[in-house]
């Protein structure tokens, strides 16, 4: 708490002002080819699609997209899939009970997850 000019004690709200930015990296150029910049309070799953979309608007011959634990959402593998592309996004999911785990369970078995999570680092 703090204390206004009249020395009375008022509770402020503190707000964080900041941003993320998210970006696709073409591992084997060491390139970053697209860039996403969104406040910082915004979920870290959603920023995804549009990377994919702008590495595709420029026509760039990806086939594997690898990413963090933040990126894990049915949404952003259901997208590349889609698009016949391959996920290598890290899974923060497995042990959970869903009815759908056996396709969580055998994505870090193929070679493009793989593949994928050895060029992240």
Known sequence: MVRDTRGVR????EYF????????????AEMITSVVVTAGNAPDNKPFAQLVARDRAQ??????YAGDRGYDDTENHYWLASLGLHSAIRLQRTGKRDGNKEVWEALPATPQYQAGQKERY
């Open 10 to 13: 008022v509770v402020r709200k």
């Open 17 to 28: 002002y900041g941003y993320k930015m998210d970006t696709s990296l073409n591992a084997e």
């Open 59 to 64: 026509g760039l011959a990806v086939e594997i």
